[in-house]
């Protein structure tokens, strides 16, 4: 387990000082490393945390949320979101990762979300660990799997090239071929990694609890080299395990290596919030709207065109219906400038898929917040000599997925 430490809380871009009044010294060099580690493997084009050393020392975060711990200090970057508390930033936050990832949040489990004060990490691993024990008191999913064993009497089938080998000399021993029931399965290999991983990082008494009963559960389950390339067959006979399977892979956040080696250098759970966003309102459009109309990460077309090639491909974030391109940023608008500060690497991004799809509305949407106006719809322009509608859209994700999925109704039906 990790050693108990202090557990700092910042937002995106905000600043953790060195020193007396943050972090030690020592321990912002760990976070930092460990940010660096993250950043080969997240798509982010900042850093996950900058270090200064003016003359007030600080660490300061990137559009990258979640948690980073080393021994002694955890780091909690939540995103920026309208009107809300620590606590409702997590809640919010959490939502998300669950929508982005296609797991449900049970009743039970936004009863827990209301009422947890911990960090983010310790909310993650709590829904996971109680949810598993759950599924694990009725049992660990089994499958058969064949063996290989010596034995003094005929079990299955006789293995007639080992027996006229091995034991040619030896008649009182039977090379047998049979099946198993085990489980040790590459499923129950997954979530055994996860659950131990996961140890090294909780530092709640009640996770570390839960943690232990898990351990003991998966006792005779093996240890994965290699929980990513688990060959995981998710069927009827393990539907109580789909979404703990995801969990898993959320909780692991893809960082597979060192999942049986401890938590000496760190845990991090890490995530884009220009990437979650994206996703969050991609499913959250999905699921409200009838099948077949919403496609994410269109492919198909291109801006430019060269001996019957294609060339630059274009991939909208969203588009509806063949003709309504959706983009999402999370990018916080101006709402005292006449423009909301939309940026004009935006705007021309925009016109090229309006070309490409023959687009009859083109939507920008943004976070919303406090300062800007209600209503789904911003601002409502026309691409110039042409009778495109530009819109420019704000969702509150601090509301509930249903006041979420409506607003994006409205922005979908053009709604101002």
């Given at each position: 387990?990790?050693?108990?430490?202090?557990?700092?809380?910042?937002?995106?871009?905000?600043?953790?000082?060195?020193?007396?009044?943050?972090?030690s010294?020592?321990?912002?060099?760990?976070?930092?490393?460990?940010a660096?580690?993250?950043k080969?493997?997240?798509?982010?084009?900042?850093?996950i945390?900058?270090?200064?050393?003016?003359?007030?020392?600080?660490l300061q975060?990137?559009?990258?949320?979640?948690?980073?711990?080393?021994?002694?200090?955890?780091?909690?970057?939540?995103p920026?979101i309208?009107?809300?508390?620590?606590?409702?930033?997590?809640?919010a936050?959490?939502?998300?990762?669950a929508?982005?990832?296609?797991?449900?949040?049970a009743?039970s489990?936004?009863?827990?979300?209301?009422?947890?004060?911990?960090?983010?990490?310790?909310?993650?691993?709590r829904?996971?660990?109680?949810?598993?024990?759950?599924?694990?008191?009725?049992?660990?999913?089994?499958?058969?799997?064949?063996?290989?064993?010596?034995?003094?009497?005929?079990?299955?089938?006789?293995?007639?090239h080992?027996?006229?080998?091995?034991?040619a000399v030896?008649?009182d021993r039977?090379?047998?071929?049979?099946?198993e029931?085990?489980?040790?399965?590459?499923?129950n290999?997954?979530?055994?990694?996860?659950?131990?991983?996961?140890?090294?990082?909780?530092?709640?008494?009640?996770?570390?609890?839960?943690?232990?009963?898990?351990?003991?559960?998966?006792?005779?389950?093996?240890?994965?080299?290699?929980?990513?390339?688990?060959?995981?067959?998710?069927?009827?006979?393990?539907t109580?395990?789909?979404?703990?399977?995801?969990?898993a892979?959320?909780l692991?956040?893809?960082?597979w290596?060192?999942?049986?080696m401890?938590?000496?250098?760190?845990?991090?759970?890490?995530?884009?919030?220009?990437?979650?966003?994206?996703?969050?309102?991609?499913?959250?459009?999905?699921?409200?709207?009838?099948?077949?109309?919403?496609y994410?990460?269109?492919t198909g077309?291109?801006?430019?065109?060269?001996?019957?090639?294609?060339?630059f491909?274009?991939?909208?974030?969203?588009?509806?219906d063949?003709?309504?391109?959706i983009?999402?940023?999370?990018?916080?608008?101006?709402a005292?400038?006449?423009?909301?500060?939309?940026k004009?690497?935006?705007?021309y991004?925009?016109?090229?898929?309006?070309?490409?799809?023959?687009?009859?509305?083109?939507?920008?949407?943004?976070?919303?917040?406090?300062?800007?106006?209600?209503?789904?719809?911003?601002r409502r322009?026309?691409?110039?000599?042409?009778?495109?509608?530009?819109?420019?859209?704000?969702?509150?994700?601090?509301?509930?997925?249903?006041?979420?999925?409506?607003?994006?109704?409205?922005?979908?039906?053009?709604?101002?």
């Amino acid at each position: 387990m990790s050693a108990a430490g202090a557990t700092h809380t910042i937002p995106e871009w905000g600043n953790l000082p060195i020193g007396d009044k943050g972090v030690s010294r020592d321990r912002a060099l760990r976070l930092h490393a460990l940010a660096e580690r993250e950043k080969s493997r997240l798509p982010v084009p900042q850093p996950i945390l900058s270090c200064s050393w003016t003359a007030k020392p600080s660490l300061q975060a990137g559009q990258v949320v979640g948690v980073l711990s080393v021994p002694g200090a955890t780091l909690e970057i939540l995103p920026k979101i309208a009107g809300a508390e620590d606590a409702g930033v997590r809640q919010a936050l959490t939502r998300m990762l669950a929508v982005a990832w296609g797991l449900p949040i049970a009743d039970s489990e936004r009863t827990l979300l209301a009422t947890q004060r911990d960090n983010l990490l310790e909310v993650l691993i709590r829904l996971f660990a109680d949810g598993l024990l759950v599924a694990v008191r009725r049992g660990l999913p089994h499958r058969y799997r064949p063996v290989e064993e010596d034995l003094a009497f005929l079990r299955g089938k006789l293995d007639i090239h080992r027996q006229c080998t091995r034991h040619a000399v030896r008649p009182d021993r039977l090379a047998c071929r049979f099946e198993e029931l085990s489980v040790d399965t590459p499923l129950n290999r997954v979530l055994k990694a996860a659950v131990r991983r996961l140890t090294f990082a909780a530092r709640s008494s009640a996770n570390v609890r839960l943690l232990a009963e898990l351990r003991a559960r998966f006792e005779f389950v093996g240890d994965s080299r290699d929980p990513s390339a688990e060959p995981v067959r998710l069927d009827r006979t393990n539907t109580a395990f789909h979404r703990l399977y995801g969990w898993a892979r959320l909780l692991l956040a893809g960082d597979w290596q060192g999942t049986t080696m401890g938590g000496a250098e760190g845990f991090a759970l890490l995530f884009p919030m220009n990437d979650l966003f994206e996703e969050f309102v991609g499913r959250t459009l999905k699921s409200a709207l009838a099948p077949g109309r919403v496609y994410l990460q269109a492919t198909g077309r291109h801006a430019l065109a060269h001996g019957g090639k294609g060339l630059f491909s274009l991939q909208p974030d969203i588009v509806v219906d063949g003709d309504l391109v959706i983009d999402t940023k999370w990018k916080h608008l101006e709402a005292q400038d006449g423009k909301l500060g939309v940026k004009q690497a935006d705007v021309y991004q925009m016109l090229a898929y309006a070309r490409a799809y023959n687009a009859r509305r083109l939507v920008l949407l943004y976070p919303w917040d406090r300062h800007l106006p209600t209503g789904a719809i911003l601002r409502r322009w026309t691409v110039a000599g042409t009778d495109t509608v530009f819109d420019i859209a704000a969702v509150n994700v601090g509301e509930s997925r249903q006041s979420v999925a409506n607003t994006l109704r409205q922005v979908v039906d053009g709604r101002a």
